[in-house]
């Protein structure tokens, strides 16, 4: 497997340097693993003879765009931005402008296309990832939403494939894409590499997505959440809900969806998980002391809904679980 990293001056440096890392450990625990696994090579590509990422990290250029259809994987890293505005910015920026003008020459089913976190927004802004599923930062689903109405996006999920297209969630999801990536490969080699890096598993971003962050200037959908934040440990309608501040299940349901991906009923259920998950972290409250507080009659309702959100709390963990 010979993969590309399309990288650009700013870049964010543990993503293009965690796609190095695990890609290099794979080739070099590869033979040990098992021989007959194909080779893995991986070229960072320029126009200059250098890149220079947004911590001032040089990374030397060894290959160059032109060259870009030898490789059967092209991964574009984070572009070093944390806020949308910033993100746009950089979109705009004449390297980037560069970087899109070559993705989009590509065919996914000849060259698998990569990205993570606002990486996903420059194949986005490529046209690749028009009505397929894709991922990305999740405090930036508003945004991307708003701006690529025909990708599918979902905001729970570490890493999507969709044919030839795959992208990843936040910065150090790089890791997970990079392990996506030598899964495909071998999916041996990629435990092998996720054991001796010690990386655990992390299929969901779900366990950061929260509510307050998920930007979003609709006053109809703030309005929803304000009202629900106040009933919380009530038995709530949606229809009901909706009545309350003016309007109808139907518009709510489309207005919610629009703006954070979500229907009213699941926005309802996170709130309810985070506030959960805030009191078992901040207080001595058992499962069962809390489940009344958030809206359920029994403990074992609201355990099942923290791990539908994965949400961070004292709940323990699936033994299960473990390495990739």
Request: charged letters at 20%.
């Given at each position: ?119 996903v927004f420059t194949l986005a802004e490529s046209g690749l990832l028009d009505m397929r599923r894709a991922t990305t930062s999740w405090w930036l689903g508003a ?182």
């Amino acid at each position: 497997m010979h993969v590309g990293l399309l990288a650009s001056d700013g870049c964010f440096s543990s993503g293009l340097t965690a796609l190095i890392d695990v890609l290099s450990t794979a080739e070099a625990q590869r033979a040990g693993v098992d021989p007959s696994i194909p080779p893995i090579r991986v070229d960072v590509i320029g126009t200059g003879r250098t890149v220079a990422t947004g911590a001032g990290l040089t990374v030397p250029v060894t290959m160059h765009p032109r060259e870009l259809r030898a490789v059967d994987v092209v991964v574009v890293p984070a572009l070093g931005t944390m806020t949308a505005e910033d993100t746009l910015s950089a979109l705009a920026a004449r390297p980037t402008r560069a970087s899109i003008g070559v993705l989009g020459d590509l065919d996914p089913d000849v060259t698998t296309v990569a990205a993570a976190c606002t990486g996903v927004f420059t194949l986005a802004e490529s046209g690749l990832l028009d009505m397929r599923r894709a991922t990305t930062s999740w405090w930036l689903g508003a945004a991307f939403r708003s701006r690529y109405p025909s990708v599918i996006l979902d905001l729970g999920a570490m890493v999507i494939a969709d044919g030839g297209v795959v992208t990843a969630g936040a910065a150090f999801a790089h890791i997970d894409l990079a392990l996506a990536l030598v899964r495909r490969v071998s999916p041996g080699l990629a435990g092998h590499v996720a054991r001796l890096l010690v990386i655990d598993e992390r299929v969901s971003q779900s366990a950061y997505l929260v509510v307050d962050h998920l930007n979003h200037n609709d006053p109809l959908v703030l309005a929803f959440e304000q009202e629900a934040r106040a009933h919380l440990s009530e038995s709530l309608d949606v229809r009901e809900l909706a009545a309350s501040i003016g309007t109808t299940r139907r518009t709510l349901e489309r207005r919610t969806q629009a703006a954070l991906g979500m229907s009213p009923l699941a926005v309802v259920q996170r709130l309810r998980a985070e506030r959960a998950a805030h009191l078992l972290r901040t207080t001595a409250q058992s499962v069962e002391q809390i489940a009344p507080q958030v809206g359920y009659a029994n403990a074992s309702t609201l355990r099942s809904l923290l791990r539908q959100f994965q949400v961070r709390s004292q709940v323990s963990p699936d033994p299960k679980q473990g390495p990739y």
